[in-house]
Every structure is written in C-alpha cells, then in structure tokens.
C-alpha cells in the first residue's frame, strides 16, 4: 500500500532531477535572452505588482532559457511559505477530504470524483450531482465569508494572463473528461484501491504538470502573496474545523446506519440521497479550501521546480490516503451494501491502460501545470468569489468537458 503514495512523490523527484541535470549541462551557456522572446502564457515583469507578490528574490533565482521558457538552478531551494502551519493545515484539509470520501462511498456506495460530476453538469445533467457541486460552491462561499479563505489576484488580468488561465482550465477540463478521472477520482479513491489505472494516471499527470509549470514559469504567473498567507487560518484552527466535520459526518453516517436498514424502500430515500450529496460536496469543498488545493498560487509553487518550492500539497494526498486506504483496502470488502443503497458502483480495479488513459492524463497534467486549477478547486473558487479569473476558469473548464466528449474522445476511439 505505500507504494501508492510513493508512486506520486516518484514523479515529482524524477522531474526535479531532470531539470537539475538539464542545468548543469547548460549552466556555461549565455543567460541574457531578449524580454521580446517570453512565452505568450508568461506574464511580463512589468505588470507584477510589488506591494502584493513575493519579494523577487523567491523568484530570481530562476532565467529565461532559449524559448522564452525558465532555465531553473542547479540547486532546488525551498519556499519561506513551506512551514509547519503550511503542512499541518494541508495535512488537515486532506485529512477531511479523505474522510469525505470515505463518507460517500460508505453511505452512498459511489466514487468521488469531481471531473465526472462536471461533466454531468455541462454534458449528462443529473440533479444529485448538480446538488454536489453546489455543495463545492458553498464550501468556497463560506469559506471566504468566515475563514477569509480566499486569494485575490496577483496580478493584473492581461490578456497574456486571461490567455494562460482559459488554455489552463480547457486541457484540465478536456483531459479529466479523456482519462474519466481527476485529483479525487484517481488520485484519492483510485489509489487508495490501488486501482492500475490510478496507478498510471497519477504520476503520469504529476510528471506532465511539473514539466508544464517549470518550462512555462507559472510561479511568476501566480506569486505567492504574503499579506494572504499572513491572513490565513492556523494549523490549529484548521485542524479543529476538520474535526468538527468529520465528526458531523460520522454522526450522520452512525444515525443513517442505526434507522435505515430498509431506507432504500422508503419514500425518503431519494431525499436522503440528494441530502447526501450535498454535505459530501460542501465537506470536500470545505477541505480543499482549508488545505490550500484552492489556491493557485500553493499548486504553481509546488508543481514549478524553477522557483523557491512549496511542498506542503504532498501532505493534503497524503492525509486523504491515511483515511481512505485502510478503508478501501480492509473496511469497504466488508462491507456487504452501502447505508443509502442495494450495491457498491465501484470502478474496475484492473481497468485497461489505453491511449484515453495516457493521453488524458497528459493533457490533464498540462493544464493543471499552465494554470494552477483542477476542476474541484475551480468550483470552489468561483464560490468564493465570482472574479473575471472564476469565470474564465469555468468557462474553461466547460469548453474543455464539452470538447473532449464531443470531438476529442469520438477522434480518439477511431484511432
């Protein structure tokens, strides 16, 4: 079972290796390059605001490279935002949504995963699911309202900025919908079954994002602001929010299991299931929020190895799978039916490796890599609040579902 987890830190070391390598070999080359020649998705200099990005030297210790793409260090330094409060909290926040999705497939019998709930949105509507994401929504909302868990932008939005965000959101979109899976779905419950699609996914889409990222400087795209993390709830207070809920969620998982052993025959069944769905979405968005997955600027500086790194997001998978690998592997095939339900709608475990499967996951990484956002935190932030940046992600984020079930998938299956 540790193989699951280190099979995703695998990725991130190979990548980082690459790029030290890379650096070394190049380091007697010319590093002046002409500002004329920077990547479209990467935002100029100029338009960075002093008073609310990091100071420079997070970020100078990075080039420009032939391409106009970053040429990182030979030594990898660490961010001053990689601290204990970072990882207690993104340790929390996963924690909650570990135990989130244990809670949805304990009580309901499903798999969580945000990328097929979108795309039940905008492709297969269906009203439970239409109830979950309005649940990811609320979590942002109230999460901002109450915790201050939001990020302004940055920067300014240009057009090189609203470009990086669309093509971002797009390929994240297109690829969840091509490989059936996303962060939650292959990442948290796929690994936790050990499932070899999950398996191959996940570190595919970490290698694909760290590439992305580093190559195109999405660190300086979206900086770490320190007035924000200043502002942001202590490990504690994080921790004891995410105790609350799960204790929540196990007394509604204990009061359902006592009263409704026969409850898939009564009239409420469709009322509780709905209602199901709604706190498993509000819950999930709320540790998203808590651990910092919301926040593009946490995923830029963990998956960009060009600039000082953050690491504290390996905890938020790493907390989520301390709660659902020992569920799925020793709990769940003990499990004879779920609460609210006759059977389990599990997944395959030894589902076919295909150029879907592949294929999605690059793109999905390359997205997630461009722009900072996967599906679930997207839903979120626009919760939190409704920005140019939260609209240009959603519409992203559709255009990429729709696209991929309509043209790319039907082009993918001919092949």
């Known amino acids: 079972p540790v193989s699951a987890y280190v099979n995703v830190n695998a990725a991130i070391f190979l990548v980082r290796s690459f790029f030290l390598v890379a650096s070394s070999s190049s380091s007697s080359s010319s590093s002046s390059s002409s500002s004329s020649s920077a990547s479209l998705l990467r935002p100029a200099a100029g338009r960075q605001s002093p008073s609310s990005v990091r100071t420079s030297s997070s970020l100078s210790s990075s080039s420009s490279g032939r391409w106009g793409l970053i ?59 239409r109830l979950f994401i309005f649940g990811l929504i609320a979590a942002g909302r109230l999460g901002s309202m109450c915790l201050g868990l939001v990020e302004p ?54 290698a694909s994002g760290c590439l992305t990222a580093t190559l195109l400087g999405t660190q ?63 819950s999930f968005g709320l540790g998203l929020a808590l651990s910092g997955m919301s926040r593009p600027s946490k995923v830029a500086s963990f998956l960009d190895l060009s600039a000082p790194w953050d690491g504290s997001l390996m905890f938020v998978m790493g907390g989520a799978l301390l709660m659902t690998l020992p569920y799925f592997q020793f709990v769940q095939k003990k499990q004879e039916k779920p609460i609210l339900g006759k059977s389990f709608d599990l997944p395959a475990l030894t589902g076919i490796i295909d150029k879907k499967l592949v294929l999605g996951a690059l793109i999905f990484g390359c997205g997630w890599g461009t722009g ?10 626009a919760g939190a609040a409704l920005t140019p940046e939260a609209l240009l992600a959603l519409a992203g984020l559709a255009g990429g579902v729709v696209a991929a079930d309509r043209l790319v998938v039907p082009m993918i299956n001919k092949l």
């Open 220 to 282: 300086a795209a979206f900086p770490s602001q320190a007035a924000v993390e200043a502002a942001m709830p202590a490990a504690s207070t994080v921790a004891a929010i995410s105790a609350a809920v799960v204790a929540v969620l196990a007394g509604i998982a204990g009061v359902l299991k006592c009263k409704g052993k026969s409850v898939e025959e009564k009239a409420s069944y469709p009322l509780l299931y709905n209602a199901g769905e709604l706190v498993s979405g509000s």
């Open 372 to 381: 900072g956002m996967c599906p679930g935190p997207i839903w979120v932030n």
């Open 71 to 129: 040429r990182p260090n030979r030594m990898l330094t660490l961010s001053p935002s990689f601290n204990g409060t970072a990882m207690g909290s993104a340790l929390a926040g996963g924690l909650l949504c570990g135990c989130t999705v244990v809670f949805k497939t304990s009580v309901m019998g499903g798999v969580l995963g945000i990328s097929n709930y979108t795309k039940r949105i905008f492709v297969q509507p269906e009203s439970s699911r």
């Open 153 to 206: 932008p940055a920067l300014p939005l240009t057009g090189a900025q609203a470009l990086r965000i669309l093509v971002g959101t797009l390929l994240t979109g297109g690829g969840a919908n091509i490989q059936c899976g996303c962060t939650s779905g292959h990442g948290l419950t796929g690994l936790a079954r050990l499932s070899i699609r999950s398996l191959v996914s996940v570190p595919l889409f970490m």
